[in-house]
């Protein structure tokens, strides 16, 4: 079992830049690709970004790219999305997300339904 746990989210103006952390609970978080997703009001959750269980090679939706970086520590079972040039788009519950053996781009591709673990999200609203 993994339970995740995401902080970080708040108020930020648009331009600025906030760091979300998830905080996973398990002896087995380094066996787990890791990712975020977010949820606009009134939309489908999507995907963000993703990183494989060696922090190597991360993978971004074309929409957040050049704009996050997705990186983890095992050691600490965190992983983190530190998002710069934020717009008012951005605004969302952003949701971190566990998938085990599985590829950075795959767990882009999935369903919601196949991730193994989600945590509660936290929020980021980016104003105008």
Aim: aromatic share 10%; hydrophobic share 40%; net charge neutral.
């Amino acid at each position: 079992q993994v339970q995740l746990v995401e902080s970080g989210g708040g108020l930020v103006q648009a331009g600025g830049s906030l760091t979300l952390s998830c905080t996973a609970s398990g002896r087995t978080f380094s066996l787990y690709t890791m990712g975020w997703f977010r949820q606009a009001p009134g939309k489908e959750r999507e995907f963000v970004a993703a990183i494989g269980w060696t922090g190597g090679s991360p993978y971004y939706a074309d929409s957040v790219k050049g704009r996050c970086t997705i990186s983890r520590d095992n050691a600490k079972n965190i992983v983190w999305l530190q998002m710069a040039s934020l717009k008012p788009e951005d605004t969302a519950v952003y949701y971190c997300a566990a998938k085990a053996f599985v590829s950075v781009q795959a767990m882009g591709a999935l369903g919601l339904d196949d991730m193994d673990y989600w945590g509660k999200g936290t929020l980021v609203t980016v104003s105008s």
